[in-house]
């Protein structure tokens, strides 16, 4: 079951659904944006790029950032996708992450665009 995120019912009075590729985009935001520490039960999953907007932006920072979001999706989403690569660049305040990844269960190629800061998310 896919189910929707955020999470809402749908017109029916049941759990909202959608479609594999859209689902796993959202798992992959829920990782990018849910900080370390945030989920009781799971006080590794996330990668802490919600916690960025009180750091100067800069290079390292993106590399920094770039190790830790691949680690994540390995760690979290390893059964569902195969990460390809995962960019992130510095773009005046924003953080710009761009994740590659291959859903396995449909083979289908995906190229994803986050966008963190700068008023935006």
Known sequence: MNLAYPYRFSSTGLT???????????MIELILFTSPGERVNRPTFG????????E???DVLAGAQQQVIHG?????????????????S?????????VRYTILQSRQQNTEVFVYGGGSV
């Open 47 to 54: 990668t802490g790029t919600a916690a960025l907007v009180f």
């Open 90 to 98: 510095n773009i005046d305040s924003t953080l710009q992450i761009t």
């Open 16 to 26: 909202a659904q959608t479609d594999l590729a859209t689902h796993t985009r959202d």
């Open 72 to 88: 994540s999706l390995q760690q979290w989403l390893s059964d569902l996708i195969q990460v390809a690569g995962v960019d992130v």
């Open 56 to 58: 100067p932006n800069s």
